[in-house]
């Protein structure tokens, strides 16, 4: 035993150890709850979906239509509208755990997890445990820890400074000059925001980006997406969504979003780079409420920002939409199935299942439809041991896969 670990309590569990309550975590225990084997689910912080609620601000919703977003085996209430808001995908996350009679060890900050080939064992270990288990589950997804950038001459900045996880709403910017650096998802919809709230956002665009409607003729993007993959090839299909997304968008390359030269799905798949669904900033973007700022972003000064070709502007914050990272390889010890980013080093649909009694949830870069099929999976494959390990074949697996056979 480690000498850190003397004074730690020492659990055994005959079943699996997932690290992590967010969705992904609670969905492999769903699915293993139904087939009738226990799990352990550790959580760092005092909720289910700590992200959704202490991390994101008041004003989001889904980007994607509900019946995209479900965790298998238990749906939305149907009173939902097709965006559920934040506040409705807690809820539905809370009523998923009670449903499955999912609860987590909350407060437990996984601080190392290692296999122990002499026992054939996964060590967990805790600020104040060490729990033991055939099998590891890591669920702690691709948006554990947020990228926070170092900017040059940050400490000079007399204004506030705050990345997206602490962002809740316009209100505390009212009337203030406010640089937005980034313009995914997060970048748009704050700068959407902080214009309801009579701020001036000032928007860096430093790289090329898909920006898409989220419904386009009456249809969601994604759906339409969806649909024409299973008739024709990938590129085929980003050929025409952008097509369609030109006649409904415009150009907007010549709003200063440039579009990447590979399509948005083929560039979601290979890079993780989600294409941003406009809820409304485009508008407020061509009519100049949200500004564009095509240079990035040198150091900042005691009353705003210097920028790479030199022009300097005044702001009174700054909000960082610079997203988020994996933090897997910081606990995780001891296996090469991670890559140094913290994501699975074999892609999507293979990257769920590493070796001595390893597997991944929430790193396919699909969303909660990749959850989906990962929570299934593993619990299939996690049952089949059971059933050999203990001779027990009452347990009849009722879980369909991913693809339905």
């Given amino acids: 035993m480690d000498s850190c670990e003397k004074d730690k309590i020492f659990i055994k569990f005959d079943g699996p150890i ?4 967010g969705p992904s975590g609670i969905a492999v225990a769903a699915c293993l709850q139904e087939n009738g084997i226990p799990s352990l689910v550790l959580e760092r912080s005092d909720c289910i979906a700590s992200l959704w609620q202490h991390k994101t601000y008041d004003r989001l919703k889904l980007h994607l239509p509900k019946h995209f977003c479900e965790l298998p ?3 939305y209430p149907k009173n939902f509208p097709k965006y ?7 809820s539905y996350m809370v009523s998923y755990a009670q449903h499955f009679n999912i609860v987590p060890k909350f407060n437990q900050l996984v601080e190392k997890a290692e296999f122990e080939g002499e ?3 996964w060590r967990v270990s805790t600020q104040d445990c060490v729990y033991v288990s ?3 589950v890591v669920a702690t997804g691709e948006n554990a820890e947020a990228v926070v950038p170092e900017i040059q001459g940050v400490e000079k900045f007399e204004g506030v400074v705050k990345h997206t996880s602490e962002y809740k709403s316009g209100c505390e910017f009212k009337d203030q000059r406010v640089l937005v650096v980034g313009c995914g998802n997060s970048g748009m919809e704050v700068s959407l925001d902080l214009c309801r709230y009579n701020a001036s956002p000032f928007m860096v665009v430093r790289n090329s980006v898909h920006v898409l409607p989220r419904e386009m003729f009456g249809f969601t993007t994604f759906g339409i997406a969806m649909a024409l993959l299973k008739w024709l090839p ?3 299909v980003d050929r025409l969504i952008l097509f369609m997304a030109s006649l409904t968008l415009g150009n907007t390359d010549k709003l200063g979003l440039k579009r990447p030269k590979t399509g948005p799905i083929e560039l979601k798949n290979a890079t993780g780079k989600t294409p941003v669904l406009d809820t409304g900033a485009l508008s407020l973007i ?3 409420n949200i500004k564009v700022v095509e240079q990035g972003v040198r150091e900042l000064t005691r009353n705003g920002a210097r920028f790479m070709d030199g022009q300097e502007i005044a702001f009174d914050s700054i909000v960082l939409a610079t997203g988020y990272k994996s933090n897997v390889p910081f606990w995780l010890k001891g296996s090469d199935f991670f890559t140094d980013d913290g994501m699975p080093k074999t892609p999507f649909p293979n990257g769920w299942k590493g070796e001595n009694g390893l597997y991944t949830v929430g790193f396919t870069r699909r969303g909660l439809l990749g959850t989906t099929c990962d929570a299934l999976k593993i619990a299939k494959d996690v049952t089949d041991q059971w059933r050999n390990l203990t001779g027990n074949s009452k347990h009849e697996f009722r879980l369909k896969s ?4």
């Fill in 18 to 21: 997932i690290v992590g309550a």
């Fill in 402 to 405: 991913c693809n339905g056979q």
């Fill in 234 to 236: 990938l590129r085929v």
């Fill in 119 to 121: 026992n054939g064992v």
């Fill in 73 to 75: 085996l238990f749906g």
């Fill in 134 to 136: 055939r099998w590891l």
């Fill in 84 to 90: 559920p808001s934040k506040n409705q995908f807690v």
């Fill in 286 to 288: 061509k009519s100049g």
